[in-house]
């Protein structure tokens, strides 16, 4: 499996407080050849171990049952430990993406997770670990589509109408409106060329004239505005 | 569990430790009886969308819970027989939980094409992780409809039952390992078809007779939901299953 030659040196801790679960993980993450290097069960023992053990994964469940939970955790370990942190939880609210874009998450899996989707979660994750600014753009738009997917964000239809409320965006030309719709059907720019039969720059154009006429910088900040108004 | 979720009364969980939680109505001791009891409505809608949540997530992690346990009894059990129908029970509670990973909208409804390709591609997996003699290409044509929750979870038991009469018949005798789901809306009804390349039905076969639980519950099910189930031969080999479900089981409840 080519997962396997990719990842055959990460080392990943997990934090979850349900034992049969943490167990589940680590089998999953070391059958993908990851080396899984400690459970951890409680938010306070992870401090010590990240200078000990100096993970590249760390797959943190959101509820710990504890004085804080793993948003607040991962927030705690990015002053000093980066490394890529994947959330894994039944979580699947609008709140918890705006609790989640305040740190710099790589990934989100919605429990009860299926086998492929921890998987992808985990592959694109260390993928993104050297965290330029366009991979942490690229990761929370991945994080809204899971969550999105998941129906916790509102659904393309509903979207479809609360977008036309958004200041500036009632101003959107034809084709700049079949653009904000393919972006918001989970479809990247490349994609979007070739759907509607243009070229990629044009895209880039559209795109960077729908960002000026709501007053946003990014994809991800334009999906922020939609999402949360 | 988040410190919310303590407030919901489970016999395994600790009590409530005073100290640490902000005092909340519903953290009073109920009595055995009134636990039982589905508190009436809340009229607050804000509270009553958090507690929707609540339950959601509690459903989702209890579930997560159950998939966990069986994935580490499958790994401990060698015995082929045992361990494929372990792996039936596993995938059961499995598209079950992947369903519980949409949250219905205000209608009740999810997407019908997001919950197929979630339990496909979670069968996909299982049978790719679990046992390797039984991999598959799946192949996905899903038109995007609607379905109630709870039917979704139905409608899923019966097609992990329609993968796995192909897993176990099809792909052992077939040299095309492929397996196709399409959803589709035809003369205003739902159609879940899974076809496959395999030899084919045998003659006179009949999905309702015989001992086996499979089949059999995959037809009454089918019918429960104002739907049928239906057998045939492909054109150019291998069967098709066709799902009818009612269309309009879409439409808000």
Redesign the interface.
Same mark, same amino acid.
Do not use: S, T
């Given at each position: 499996m080519s997962a396997e030659a990719k990842h055959n040196r990460a080392r990943a801790i997990i934090v979850e407080?349900?034992w049969?679960?943490a167990?589940?993980?680590q089998?999953i993450l070391e059958?993908i050849g990851l080396e899984v290097v400690r459970l951890v069960r409680r938010p306070a023992e992870l401090a010590a171990l990240l200078e000990e053990l100096k993970p590249d994964l760390l797959v943190l469940d959101?509820?710990l049952?504890a004085e804080i939970?793993g948003i607040e955790l991962a927030e705690q370990v990015q002053r000093t430990h980066p490394c890529a942190v994947l959330f894994v939880s $039944?979580? !699947?609210?609008p709140e918890t993406l705006a609790r989640v874009r305040r740190v710099d998450a790589h990934g989100f899996v919605?429990?009860?997770?299926?086998?492929?989707?921890l998987?992808a979660a985990v592959e694109v994750a260390l993928a993104r670990v050297d965290r330029t600014a366009d991979h942490a753009q690229a990761a929370l738009r991945e994080i809204a589509r899971v969550l999105a997917? $998941?129906? !916790?964000l509102p659904?393309s239809e509903?979207r479809n109408r609360n977008w036309r409320q958004v200041p500036g965006l009632d101003e959107l030309s034809p084709r700049e409106i079949q653009v904000l719709e393919a972006l918001l059907a989970h479809r990247r720019p490349p994609q979007i060329a070739e759907d509607l039969g243009i070229s990629p720059h044009t895209v880039r154009n559209h795109l960077k004239s729908i960002y000026a006429k709501c007053g946003v910088r990014s994809q991800a900040e334009l999906l922020q505005l939609i999402v949360e108004g | 569990m988040s410190v919310g979720d303590r407030s919901a009364p489970s016999p395994s969980a600790e009590p409530p430790s005073p100290s640490a939680e902000p005092p909340s109505p519903s953290a009073e001791p109920r009595s055995e009886v009134e636990q039982l009891i589905e508190p009436e409505a809340d009229a607050d809608p804000v509270g009553g969308e958090a507690a929707l949540r609540r339950a959601r997530h509690q459903i989702r992690n209890e579930l997560q819970l159950l998939t966990s346990l069986h994935a580490l009894h499958i790994r401990r059990v060698d015995d082929p027989r045992a361990r494929r129908e372990l792996v039936r029970c596993y995938r059961r509670i499995g598209v079950v939980s992947v369903v519980h990973q949409l949250s219905a909208d205000d209608g009740g409804t999810v997407s019908a094409d997001a919950c197929l390709s979630t339990v496909a591609e979670f069968i996909e997996a299982s049978a790719r992780s679990l046992d390797d003699s039984r991999r598959f290409e799946l192949e996905l044509d899903l038109e995007p409809l609607r379905w109630r929750h709870d039917h979704a979870t139905r409608v899923a038991l019966i097609v992990d039952e329609l993968f796995a009469n192909a897993i176990d018949h099809a792909l052992p005798h077939g040299t095309n390992p492929t397996l196709v789901l399409q959803l589709a809306a035809i003369d205003g009804r739902t159609c879940l078809r899974l076809r496959d390349f395999g030899p084919g039905l045998p003659e006179h076969f009949d999905p309702i007779a015989g001992d086996t639980l499979g089949l059999p519950m995959a037809h009454a099910v089918a019918q429960q939901l104002g739907g049928s189930l239906e057998l045939a031969r492909a054109p150019g080999g291998g069967t098709i299953a066709s799902l009818w479900l009612p269309l309009d089981q879409g439409a808000p409840a």
């Open positions: 407080d349900e049969i679960v167990r589940d993980l089998h059958e959101i509820d049952d939970d $039944a979580h !699947a609210e919605v429990k009860p997770f299926a086998r492929p989707q998987e997917d $998941a129906g !916790a659904n509903r | -």
